[in-house]
């Protein structure tokens, strides 16, 4: 059977997280969907997680070496909003340090199994879970990196965009959902939603400028979309972006 592989950039919302399980995800969602309406293919998705629009260059280059017809190129607002002051990495206890490369070369090692290992449930269990892991402790390290600007962050998408179109793959900008702030945070700024409008924007406008499929997400916030005392989606929420995303990529006839 044919492989048609879709490569999913992006946060927690891509990787998945505590609540909502490794085949719940949007990308999942997504690529069951697709799989129902193509069996002739064999659906594979291919998450990869960034924390900070300057990694964006070097996930591309990650995902296309796995020759994806697809790049989902996830936009989220939260990153105008995190971060701080730079973290030197250095700087930090010896056994964080450790912890950090360790967790790096266990995704690098899981992916490359993972690759070899096709149709395995088993070795995609595993691969998932410890990307999750892999999130979940290296999220708190990257949170402190320098904010991105949002110029700066579309100078990234849009360079991003630009590879991929070079290498003859689909992409496809999601723009970011309204956001959820009714649960107690620190440090949020009280223009928060006009970051996020902001990035919105930024998202329809560098998907227009290279002529990618733009997934528009801001309106499908509704009841039960969050998990309790969370801004992250729940599994219905991942369950409506999911088959919001299948839906386009069908319409379009990219997959």
Not at 9 to 17: E, K, M
Not at 57 to 74: A, Y
Not at 181 to 189: A, G, K, T
Request: some cysteine; proline content about 7%.
């Amino acid at each position: 059977m044919t492989p048609l592989r879709i490569a999913f950039l992006g946060q927690c919302h891509t990787v998945g997280y505590a609540g909502v399980p490794a085949d719940s995800t949007f990308p999942e969602v997504c690529r069951s969907a697709v799989q129902a309406s193509r069996p002739q293919y064999r659906v594979e998705i291919d998450p990869q997680p960034y924390y900070h629009p300057a990694e964006l260059r070097e996930v591309v280059r990650t995902v296309l070496r796995h020759k994806p017809k697809v790049v989902v190129l996830e936009v989220v607002g939260w990153l105008t909003v995190s971060g701080e002051t730079p973290l030197d990495l250095s700087r930090l206890p010896r056994g964080i340090r450790n912890t950090w490369q360790r967790v790096r070369f266990m995704r690098r090692a899981t992916r490359f199994v993972a690759d070899r290992t096709r149709g395995s449930e088993l070795i995609h269990h595993v691969r998932t879970s410890t990307l999750e892991l892999a999130s979940s402790v290296l999220r708190p390290l990257m949170r402190e990196m320098p904010r991105a600007t949002l110029a700066e962050y579309e100078t990234c998408v849009a360079g991003a965009l630009t590879a991929i179109r070079a290498a003859g793959v689909t992409p496809v900008v999601q723009g970011p959902g309204a956001a959820s702030f009714s649960v107690d945070f620190q440090h949020i700024p009280p223009d928060i939603m006009e970051r996020y409008r902001g990035v919105e924007a930024m998202a329809r406008r560098v998907a227009s400028a290279h002529s990618a499929i733009y997934v528009d997400r801001w309106d499908t916030v509704a009841g039960n979309f969050f998990l309790p005392g969370s801004p992250r989606p729940s599994m219905r929420g991942h369950s409506v972006w999911g088959h919001l995303l299948a839906d386009h990529l069908l319409r379009e006839g990219v997959v």
